[in-house]
């Protein structure tokens, strides 16, 4: 089952050019699942707070095709596809006309948050979604890994604003975090593609360290390091030959 939604876009949503931010992006997005899920009658944070167990994002991939203005009436369009691997939520961004400005890949984990280990979601659980065989994206990218070497490291300071409901650090601080810390030439051309990798969540009282670097095919890549382990990867801009 897609489901499909109007987007209603804030002012806090454009840049200084009056385009849609990438965090923006990816909040339209996340938003937009959380609003099929209560369709089905069931509430992913409701979930979470009263019986523990939590939808976890591992992985988003997004692309973005065109930044869309603040004047361009939009929709978002989502679906739960699943393999017998995993499942991930598809996410598509249109404009009026239905040109795809953007797109993304959402990997889900269903996670007991006493124990913090993940569990097999049921046909059961799955089921109210309808599930589709389609995807966003028509290829698959090799696995996000930090960079083998960093030319800078900056201490990340965790806002209490910033952490959800599950008491992790929001998924969208972490690209916040990242592009804050990127190149000015980067942020000017445009964040056209971005990924982020969640290994392990920051939690408040964490005090990481943001190592980054140039990569050498092309674009930028930070690393979210807590004592000697690697908590969060972002990519942005990569420039990646897919999977065969």
């Not at 699942?33 to 369709?39: G, S």
């Not at 992985?59 to 991930?88: F, G, H, I, K, M």
């Not at 964490?206 to 000697?228: E, I, K, M, Y």
Request: hydrophobic share 40%.
């Amino acid at each position: 089952m897609i489901f499909t939604i109007p987007v209603a876009s804030r002012v806090e949503d454009f840049d200084q050019e009056g385009l849609l931010t990438p965090h923006a992006v990816l909040s339209v997005f996340e938003n937009t699942a959380i609003r099929h899920a209560e369709t089905t009658g069931y509430s992913p944070m409701g979930d979470s707070l009263r019986n523990g167990m939590a939808w976890v994002i591992t992985n988003w991939r997004v692309e973005v095709a065109r930044a869309p203005s603040y004047d361009q009436p939009l929709t978002a369009s989502t679906w739960l596809c699943r393999t017998p691997r995993q499942a991930t939520r598809e996410m598509l961004l249109r404009a009026a006309d239905g040109e795809v400005l953007a797109r993304g890949q959402a990997k889900l984990a269903l996670v007991d948050r006493a124990t913090g280990k993940p569990c097999l979601p049921t046909a059961d659980r799955l089921a109210p979604y309808g599930p589709e065989t389609a995807t966003a994206f028509a290829d698959r990218l090799p696995r996000l890994r930090p960079p083998a070497r960093w030319d800078a490291e900056t201490p990340v300071r965790l806002r209490r604003a910033d952490i959800d409901y599950n008491g992790h650090l929001h998924n969208t601080a972490y690209l916040d975090l990242a592009l804050d810390a990127a190149p000015d030439a980067l942020c000017r051309a445009g964040v056209h593609t971005f990924r982020i990798s969640y290994r392990s969540p920051l939690r408040p009282g964490d005090a990481p360290v943001l190592r980054s670097s140039a990569l050498d095919a092309g674009g930028w890549a930070a690393a979210f390091v807590r004592g000697d382990e690697v908590c969060a990867v972002v990519a942005v801009n990569e420039v990646l030959a897919p999977l065969p």
